[in-house]
């Protein structure tokens, strides 16, 4: 008791100076890190790379010769209407040796695969 009345601190005074610097110490470097951590320039993510794709020319044409084939119905009609008229004017001419042959072509596949 006798030190707080000559105004001289009290013998733990010493233990609280101490604990502000250390305080006061470990916030000046802190403050100063984020200082150095804005200041410093940050490192950059790689830049993810965009996949691209490119088609050709080629391949456009064939898309669109596949779109055409899929949406038709695989039968020439200007060919049927024209074979139609020949044979309702008599004009159709059957070709017979043409005809034997491709009928023998025919069964001989039949035959071959069974």
Do not use: C, H, W
């Not at 940050?42 to 080629?58: E, N």
């Not at 010769?65 to 209407?81: R, Y």
């Not at 004009?91 to 023998?104: D, G, H, S």
């Amino acid at each position: 008791m006798v030190s707080q009345i000559n105004n001289t601190p009290p013998a733990n005074a010493g233990n609280q100076v101490k604990k502000e610097t250390v305080e006061q110490t470990n916030q000046r470097q802190q403050v100063t890190q984020q200082k150095q951590a804005a200041a410093s320039p940050q490192p950059t993510a790689p830049q993810a790379k965009q996949d691209s794709v490119s088609i050709t020319p080629q391949a456009k044409q064939m898309a669109r010769l596949q779109e055409k084939a899929n949406n038709s119905s695989g039968i020439d009609q200007e060919k049927v209407e024209k074979i139609k008229r020949a044979i309702a004017e008599g004009k159709y001419q059957i070709n017979v040796e043409q005809l034997a042959k491709r009928i023998m072509q025919f069964e001989g596949e039949i035959f071959r695969k069974n």
